[in-house]
């Protein structure tokens, strides 16, 4: 039987969602390449956190930092994914 998704697998899967939505909006444009890569750390979040590895990769690092913090100011609906997500790691860490 599958186990089921923790919240912050969740929070992360909304992240890559709207990075995605991001995506699509920079098809054909210059800004594509750079949102590709992002989509493409937040993936590697994700499959850290399935395999319980998430603290291990990011180490001292915050997620936004991990994901670019330039890139995050230039896509600001994207704040409240990242913001879901360091609330779900913040609970996560206390029930540690």
């Known amino acids: ?21 991001e995506e699509m909006r920079a098809v054909d444009t210059p800004e594509w390449g750079r949102t590709h890569a992002t989509l493409q750390r937040a993936e590697v979040l994700y499959w850290a956190a399935k395999k319980s590895m998430l603290g291990h990769l990011l ?29 779900q790691m913040q609970d996560f860490a206390r029930q540690a």
């Open 1 to 21: 039987m599958p186990r089921e998704a923790s919240n912050l697998e969740r929070a992360l899967g909304r992240l890559l969602t709207a990075i995605q939505c």
């Open 59 to 87: 180490g001292e690092q915050s997620p936004r930092a991990y994901l670019g913090v330039e890139w995050l100011a230039r896509h600001p609906r994207v704040l409240p994914a990242i913001q879901d997500l360091e609330s």
